[in-house]
T-cell receptor
Framework: DADVTQTPRNRITKTGKRIMLECSQT?????MYWYRQDPGLGLQLIYY???????NKGEISDGYSVSRQAQAKFSLSLESAIPNQTALYFC??????????????FGPGTRLTVL | QKEVEQDPGPLSVPEGAIVSLNCTYS??????FMWYRQYSRKGPELLMY????GNKEDGRFTAQVDKSSKYISLFIRDSQPSDSATYLC??????????????FGQGTILTVHP
């Protein structure tokens, strides 16, 4: 979905490196989310933010941190990457004021490999 | 035990077949049910949603919810090769501390071959 963009799309890094994944949206939504996807495990919520001043941990936040720089931008950081953080990462947005308040719109994903 | 269980498949069917995809859930607070479709190397996109028990139809797709059994289904009629994708069920409560958060199933990989 071009309304939600993620950079980079692919990244290979080494154990111990700090990595930042960025998400931007032009949908005007107030809520943003970060998920990771592993084969057979579906989507697991890492962090979510219901507005710029509201940041919450999801199911699997250990080893990750986030920053909500603006309503349209939500970044995910891996402070010291480890191999089991190799996964597909998705950013998503939703609109608390919309008709379908729980519907989330996903970006194209970032494929991260930690060697 | 996961709150939402979905058979990961993979499921392979011939073109034109009727496909049935299913999820079960354990949290009776879930009131909003969705199906997402995810093509290879893409993000999930919303396919269908429903708030209530019963059936909801959209073209070749029918979403069915049975809250008494905590069971939801997605039926695809006259399946096409372009339906080949991973299908994820998702659900959420409409209030409470989990409001705004979706719980996803593991996803079912579907291949429709010509």
């Amino acid at each position: 979905d071009a309304d939600v963009t993620q950079t980079p799309r692919n990244r290979i890094t080494k154990t111990g490196k700090r990595i930042m994944l960025e998400c931007s949206q032009t949908k005007g939504h107030d809520r943003m989310y970060w998920y990771r996807q592993d084969p057979g495990l579906g989507l697991q919520l890492i962090y979510y933010s219901f507005d710029v001043k509201d940041i919450n941990k999801g199911e699997i936040s250990d080893g990750y941190s986030v920053s909500r720089q603006a309503q349209a931008k939500f970044s995910l950081s891996l402070e010291s990457a480890i191999p089991n953080q190799t996964a597909l990462y998705f950013c998503a947005t939703s609109d608390s004021g919309g008709v379908l308040t729980d519907t989330q719109y996903f970006g194209p994903g970032t494929r991260l490999t930690v060697l | 035990q996961k709150e939402v269980e979905q058979d990961p498949g993979p499921l392979s069917v011939p073109e034109g077949a009727i496909v049935s995809l299913n999820c079960t859930y354990s949290n009776s607070a879930f009131q909003y049910f969705m199906w997402y479709r995810q093509y290879s190397r893409k993000g999930p996109e919303l396919l269908m949603y429903t708030y209530s028990s019963g059936n909801k139809e959209d073209g070749r797709f029918t979403a069915q919810v049975d809250k008494s059994s905590k069971y939801i289904s997605l039926f695809i009629r006259d399946s096409q090769p372009s339906d080949s994708a991973t299908y994820l069920c998702a659900m959420s409560p409409l209030g409470g501390t989990s409001y705004g958060k979706l719980t996803f199933g593991q996803g079912t990989i579907l291949t429709v071959h010509p």
